[in-house]
């Protein structure tokens, strides 16, 4: 708890929930210091835990509040998004989900109508992913006290024999891959705001990854990191990989899949893509000899068919760099500032 | 998912929030049919899960949401609420705690003060109780939708072995126990909250059962239901216990331990003790024989001085009454509507 280490405004911004900079600055600030131990300095999105005394498999727990605006948006709604959310972040520490919770704030007033179509849709989901919702919570506040309704999602999982993920686990030589198109979730909340007028359908990706990291895993491949780039984007995920795996990362502009749509609507609001939020894509991170067969697993599965090698790891340049369509090469930071508020 | 049971109401209440009878509609009439499994089913605080593969040894897992008013009051704060209140829940199941998550949603604006100081509360809570925060999440929303802070804490734990606690295992013949004094959460919240003016000091009850219900697992009491009567009070968790396990439960009026402020509050608000919150109490229900010794052990512990025996579980009736000082049996339903909103 040291005091040396101090946020830098003293105030809550909407920034500091932006999953970009100053998210980090929150929480490497006033939550770190104070929490700190071994498995949370990971940094990570799940955590792992084992009992004493029980044998060598090792469970993941997972956490994730959800606070996205509108409720219902293109391809998906609040109660899918926590399931697949926190199913996903189960994933990307190589696990498969055993069980899960949800708790409801609750906005007084809320149609019942509402409440219980977010339910049957956090069922679905819970169905689709293969796990069940075993404990929850509920709790209702005064109008104007809460925007209608926030869901906090967490899950335990058990890792898969063998995987051994983590973002630090990136090394030089690595292939970045991804398993699709970037940025269709942020834009198709953005669009369901009616924020802007877009004519081409623009859906959410919102997809539960288990079943492709299982694919992956089963086969033996050799990952090395596993992380869904969701608020903040792929570049500002690729930058908490590349600080904690102490390594740099160049992406080449060309081989990024965006959509058609996603590329247009972003050029009318001036967003990039690769700070855009994603809810069913994953960033895997592996030796380069192995990547043409992991992107050939991933493209046989129906959440992988797009999948692509956007990049290297390196030793250095430090940092995320973008190897343009032009052939320069310029940094990509963290997000800051926030770009998008409550996309998630 | 049925369509033959459908809430009452169109719109959600602050009673749908209360703990009481419109929560449990709520629960059963939107939540249960969608996510029915074993495990929810039991109704409990915390679900246990077993990972295929793994030995015997069982976990629990539990999850709260938190958005108590004001953040702090005599006694405690929303962070040291939420870490108690996961730990207690776990320690209801007879589970002592692993590992704990936090997910912050935080209203834009909130000063940065404050979040540090529920953090370190956070911190000092879970270091008493023995668990680490192993993983979190932040979010922010705008300014005016949401209530400075809402905590959601969810918890895993290994169950003590032997420890087959549950609020379907209430048996005729049983002694219904309280670890002490009851009402304090609920009066030191409204008098946080300036709704009344009251010169004695009522501090919240706010603590971590786990080393209790160690103390008591580990001297192997053969210990049939814990449950920790937080929202709804006393009478309402017993409500459950009874409408789960089959039973009645008779409580004696003259045998309830009230502190005297806490009584003298309530006289004046026009509560009933046992319909207000309380956040470091356990309800042990014991076979009758066995209830001298538990009693013994739980005064021994230093939250337990004032334990005391305070009912019986019968065949019938059932529900739950009250054996009043004047010797009538007066029915205690279910609390009705909300009493005091955002309690914890």
């Known amino acids: 708890m040291t005091n040396k280490i101090k946020p830098k405004t003293d105030r809550i911004l909407l920034a500091h929930g932006s999953g970009g900079r100053l998210t980090h600055e929150l929480i ?39 606070v996205v605006n509108p409720l219902f948006f293109a391809g998906g709604d609040i109660g899918k998004l926590a399931v697949y959310g926190t199913v996903n972040d189960l994933a990307m520490k190589g696990a498969r989900p055993l069980a899960l919770s949800v708790a409801a704030i609750i906005e007084e007033g809320l149609d019942m109508a509402t409440l219980e179509k977010v339910a049957a849709s956090i069922a679905l989901a819970a169905r689709t992913a293969g796990v069940n919702v075993v404990t929850g919570d509920t709790k209702v506040v005064e109008k104007g006290k809460a925007d209608k309704l926030f869901i906090t999602t967490s899950a335990v999982g058990a890792v898969y024999p063998g995987a051994n993920v983590s973002g630090a686990n990136a090394r030089h030589g690595d292939a970045v891959l991804i398993n699709g198109f970037v940025g269709d979730h942020g834009i198709a909340v953005m669009a369901a705001r009616n924020e802007f007028k877009f004519s081409g359908a623009i859906s959410s990706d919102c ?17 090395h990191v596993l992380r869904d780039p969701t608020r903040g984007g792929v570049a500002t995920t690729l930058n908490e990989i590349a600080a904690v795996s102490g390594v740099g990362i160049i992406l080449d502009e060309a081989s990024i899949p965006v959509s058609r749509p996603v590329r247009a609507a972003c050029n009318i609001l001036g967003l990039d893509p ?22 050939s697993a991933m493209r046989s599965h129906r959440h992988g068919k797009n999948a692509a090698s956007i990049g290297t790891v390196v030793k250095s340049p430090k940092g995320v760099w973008l190897k343009t369509t032009s052939g320069g090469l310029r940094p990509l930071a963290m997000l800051e500032g926030e770009q998008l508020p409550r996309i998630c």
Do not use: C, Q, W
């Open 28 to 66: 490497r600030t006033v939550f770190m210091p104070r929490f700190s131990n071994a498995e949370l300095d990971t940094m990570d999105d799940a955590a792992l835990i084992t009992a004493p005394g029980m044998t060598a498999k090792k469970l993941a727990f997972t956490t994730d509040s959800f």
């Open 274 to 295: 690769l700070y855009v939020a994603n809810e069913g894509k994953a960033l895997v991170i592996a030796p380069a000899s192995s990547s043409a067969a992991i992107l």
């Open 207 to 223: 997809a539960p990854l288990n079943g492709l990291v299982e694919k992956l895993l089963s086969r033996k491949h050799p990952l």
